[in-house]
């Protein structure tokens, strides 16, 4: 089992910054592909981004790159989302997300879950 929390949600203005932080605890967490979803009111969830097990290799939608930066802390047991240039339509809860899968991107190759945190960006 993993366990997975995240923070750093909030209320931001266009433009701004934020970042978001998973801790996980559980299963040898530097085995795992860590990922970061969202989900918009009223939209189906969105992949947003993946990290690898060893941190070497990240990958992100084409709406976030270049805006977004996905890191992890294995030592810390700790994935992190670096959001820039925050835009409106950024505004959604962003779960964290746990795969024994090499770099998925679809949420049910994700076996564990955080609760969500959620981002709002104001125009």
């Known amino acids: 089992q993993v366990q997975l929390v995240e923070s750093g949600g909030g209320l931001v203005q266009a433009g701004g910054s934020l970042r978001l932080s998973c801790a996980a605890s559980?299963?040898?967490?530097?085995?795992?592909?860590m990922g970061w979803f969202r989900q918009a009111l009223g939209k189906e969830r969105e992949f947003v981004a993946a990290?690898?097990?060893?941190?070497?290799?990240?990958y992100g939608v084409d709406s976030v790159k270049g805006r977004f930066t996905m890191s992890r802390d294995n030592a810390k047991n700790t994935v992190y989302l670096q959001m820039n240039s925050l835009k409106p339509e950024d505004t959604a809860v962003y779960y964290c997300?746990?795969?024994?899968?090499?770099?998925?991107?679809?949420?049910?190759?994700?076996?564990?879950w955080g609760q969500g945190t959620q981002v709002t960006v104001s125009s």
């Open positions: 990290i690898s097990p060893s941190g070497g290799s990240t």
């Open positions: 997300a746990a795969s024994s899968y090499v770099m998925p991107r679809k949420w049910d190759e994700y076996a564990y």
């Open positions: 559980g299963r040898t967490f530097s085995s795992l592909t």
